[in-house]
């Protein structure tokens, strides 16, 4: 059909009051009073096993001390923690596959950023990039409320819109597919542009999806100019590439999502050995989104591991019940192709890619299901599949702050980072379900309640009848200004 287009770029940059890097400033409101959390134990990030916690120090927001010197603190100003001797401390988790894109009215993926938000950071994960947005407004408008401390939620690492065809989302099969958002006859100081754009908007990493070759020459180079990185879901949806991973390597992207071969085995998976070569030898990302590859067959497999809690009860009523009538897409790929899938990332791993393995959870909502929960998902089907436990908590950790280079501030507990923090019940070097048992979540060294976090969003996520539509519609942004597009 077709519908008004109503140009909002220009709104875009209203919203933008804080620099790219506002993810650091502390909000003045906070007390900013020495914290110790001393007991329990700590997985730091790059560690194979977890450690006694010896007692993190935190001023300011950072993590000034591992161990504890009482004897130069100020004990009347100082908060203490202790932790119990079943609870483990974890660095804040990174989701570089964050969606807050829905699809709830059968037209298309709109973002929702407020209450996923607060359903992230109640699973621990105290930082996303969003993959791709339709609606980046929102996310940007969000990120600043978050930073000037007037908002809940987690760091935002915004990705600005789709680079690429994907700007029509699935009315598009192939990159030479036409879009109103992103023109076959795009010129390359358009492309350059608006990179520029989203730069200036504080996007640290931009999403290349249904581009050409050249196009994504052009948007790598103009990206590292500005120190941005990316990430890029090559296949198309005739189940080829768009680019060739190898060429994308070449040209220097920074994150491969997916997949590393276009086949299930066989002929079309032969150049894997050399893909994963190329990948080490230049530093390339990983970010497999098993669990939405196994998606519904492996929660029928595995129901016990992979649903644990009432993720409908976010939705409001009115949406719980378009999803239940909507019912389960069909299965995102079958036996088979899933093995494979799980056989890319384990060869990487094995192959001596263990810090190019990064957490997504590319759970854009169609279902009464939600990201911040899948995160888990995510990281029992890396264990399921076979890797360290250990290995699955830096690739959540660590390398998902090297992944977006934040790694000298967020990503592992060490003296000088931010006071990004998890702790949860058990061991999840024993057990990597227990990352789902959040009993405190810190970022920058504030505290939030997971409880208060999660009741805060119960009912709230979709419209509330027939009548409030208008905001979970999607509408095609025109590159160009034109007045009409077409979905």
Partial sequence: MVRVLLVLRAAIFLLVSQPAFAQWIHPSSVDLSDTVIEGGWLFDGFSDERLANPGILIRDGKIVGLGIDWATLDAPKTRVITLSSSETILPGMFDLHAHYNLDLVDEGRVEEVIHNGALFLANGVTATWSAGEYYPERVIAQRDRIDAGAATGPRLFASGPYFGAFRCEYSVKVASDPCIGWPNDITEAEIRNEVDIWHRAGVVSIKIKQATPEEMRILLDQAHKHGMTAASHLANYKVEYDVDLRQAILMGLDRVEHQLTLGSGGALSAELPEVIDLMIEHGVHYDANLQMYGGINERRAHPDDMLWTDEAKFFTPYAQGLLRERGDPPPESDAEEFAQRVLELTLLYESGGRDLLV????????????????????????????????????????NGARALGVDDRLGSIEVGKHADLVVVQGDPIQDIKATRNVNRVFKEGIEYDPQALLESAEGK??????????DWVLQYRSLRGDDLLQQ
């Fill in 461 to 470: 996520i979709g419209p509330n009848g027939p009548d409030d539509h208008a």
């Fill in 359 to 398: 957490v997504g959870t590319d759970e854009p909502v169609y279902t009464l299901l939600l990201p911040g929960f899948a995160y888990h998902r995510e990281l029992w089907a890396m264990s399921d599949a076979g890797l360290p436990n250990a290995v699955v908590l830096q690739a959540a950790t660590l």
